[in-house]
């Protein structure tokens, strides 16, 4: 055997070894202990395998001189090596004595949660957003766009319902026109959005625009006087037209971009007031896209990894923030005091993790590192989209909707969080793509008077 076969084969055993060393402070402090699987050649029985063959005593010895201590027949009171390994690096590096006082922030399903390290809770909150919020009015106004394409595709199809469906959808954005237009008690002065009270002028004229608009295209394709089809739609209504200059996309993006200010704003507002110590921080993604659960598994394709690292004003170094896709969902969370053991089994996911990485690159010092690029900026990203224009989000749309490991919210999720975190969270001083900038050259505003629906 060649001495570069001999070498990987020392390395492949110590990286089985090593889920178990980078668990051990956790297995010498507590007796509640999470035993991460071992591979050995057993039956649930004992040691015996079903050919009737038992591994004799003197090889489990030394197996579990090096890992194990996670399995159930691990001797009692045994400090394995990369036990010890572990608790010297322990005594010289201050990153993996500290680690216990930082905060456990939890990103699971739709819900974030922050623990302290005495286990206790300092926030829970639900990142679906809330009816009050004005979530569901710019949704609604929003998927006007949409419902329109799908009219279109159904009349494709020779479907007949696409009028009637279209008849029942203009009526609706005739009674959203008279409700937005309403001077007393208006909507937007009751829905609870902080972050758009610098704008309110500015979205009262888009949904009116976006209204007038819709219902106006929609009363002449019903009276035979447009033509509908794909082209027509996006020719005469979504790129805009001679009556309407501002493309409907502009107010697609803006009302999304609206809902993720909102969200982003309320947490920003609560997180805060807790005065986390982010450099010490802990992140825990598993959170679920609604039911596109192959979705934002990578850092890459996550809008919560730049959104927690705006939250800290960027002092969360990004090796504290993982994503752990199949970590198990604790029935204890939200509980004001969680249990010990459900507290340890979230910590050590994200100790084992952190120290592995600090323990592999000190032990393995003289093989080569692979380096591997970050995915690159594409638009969308603040980055890439510092003066942001609408085709980009649009772009941005299309590749979420279409890649399965895109979440839907990445369309604004990415560049909102940048442009919070530039402007220091100040949102009279952001922009907002389709409310305060991305206008047709010579416009720059929504017009406060648009004409009523024929």
Same mark, same amino acid.
């Given at each position: 055997m060649k001495l570069s076969r001999i070498r990987i084969f020392h390395v492949m055993l110590f990286v089985f070894g090593l889920n178990d060393l980078v668990l051990a402070r956790t297995d010498l402090h507590h007796k509640n202990v999470y035993s991460p699987m071992v591979v050995t050649n057993q039956n649930e029985g004992g040691n015996t395998a079903n050919n009737g063959y038992a591994t004799p005593q003197a090889f489990w010895n030394l197996y579990y001189d090096f890992t194990g201590n996670g399995d159930a027949q691990y001797p009692k009171e045994k400090i394995n090596i990369s036990q010890t390994l572990l608790q010297s690096e322990l005594k010289k590096n201050s990153n993996l004595t500290q680690q216990d006082n930082g905060s456990l922030i939890l990103f699971i399903n739709s819900t974030l949660y922050i623990y302290n390290s005495d286990q206790q809770l300092e926030l829970?909150?639900?990142?679906?957003t809330a009816p009050n919020s004005g979530f569901t009015e710019m949704t609604a106004v929003s998927h006007i766009g949409s419902a329109l394409m799908y009219l279109a595709k159904i009349k494709e199809n020779g479907d007949s319902n696409w009028t009637s469906q279209m008849e029942n959808l203009l009526k609706d954005v005739k009674a959203v026109k008279e409700i937005n237009a309403q001077t007393d008690n208006n909507w937007l002065e009751q829905v609870n959005a902080p972050a758009w009270k610098p704008h309110l002028t500015l979205i009262h004229n888009m949904i009116d625009y976006a209204c007038s608009m819709a219902g106006n295209y929609m009363s002449e394709?019903?009276?035979?006087k447009q033509t509908f089809d794909m082209s027509s739609l996006q020719n005469n209504f979504l790129d805009g037209n001679n009556t309407y200059p501002i493309p409907f996309n502009n107010v +697609?993006?803006?009302? &999304?971009? #609206?809902?993720?200010?909102?969200? /982003?704003?309320?947490?920003?507002?609560?997180?805060?007031?807790?005065?986390?110590?982010?450099?010490?921080?802990?992140?825990?993604?598993?959170?679920?896209?609604?039911?596109?659960?192959?979705?934002?598994?990578?850092?890459?394709?996550?809008w919560l990894v730049p959104f927690v690292e705006a939250l800290s004003n960027n002092t969360l170094p990004s090796d504290r923030i993982y994503i752990a896709p199949y970590a198990a969902v604790k029935s204890s969370l939200g509980e004001k005091q969680l249990p010990r053991a459900d507290y340890d089994y979230y910590n050590n996911i994200w100790t084992s993790r952190h120290n592995r990485t600090i323990i592999a690159n000190k032990v393995?010092?003289?093989?080569?590192?692979?380096?591997?690029?970050?995915?690159?900026?594409?638009?969308?990203?603040?980055?890439?989209?510092?003066?942001?224009?609408?085709?980009?989000?649009? +772009?941005?749309?299309? &590749?979420? #909707?279409?890649?399965?490991?895109? /979440?839907?919210s990445n369309t604004v999720g990415f560049w909102m969080a940048g442009e919070l975190a530039a402007k220091n969270w100040d949102y009279n001083k952001i922009s907002i793509?389709?409310?305060?900038?991305?206008?047709p050259q010579g416009i720059s505003a929504y017009p406060q008077e648009n004409p009523r629906i024929q």
């Open positions: 829970e909150q639900l990142m679906r394709v019903l009276r035979g +697609m993006v803006g009302t &999304f971009m #609206l809902t993720a200010l909102q969200s /982003m704003d309320e947490l920003h507002r609560k997180i805060a007031q807790l005065n986390i110590d982010w450099p010490n921080a802990k992140v825990i993604i598993r959170f679920v896209a609604g039911a596109n659960v192959s979705a934002g598994v990578t850092k890459g394709n996550n393995f010092t003289n093989i080569p590192s692979i380096f591997l690029p970050g995915r690159p900026a594409i638009p969308g990203d603040y980055t890439y989209s510092k003066q942001p224009e609408i085709e980009d989000f649009l +772009m941005r749309l299309k &590749f979420s #909707l279409a890649e399965p490991t895109q /979440m839907l793509p389709g409310i305060t900038t991305g206008f």
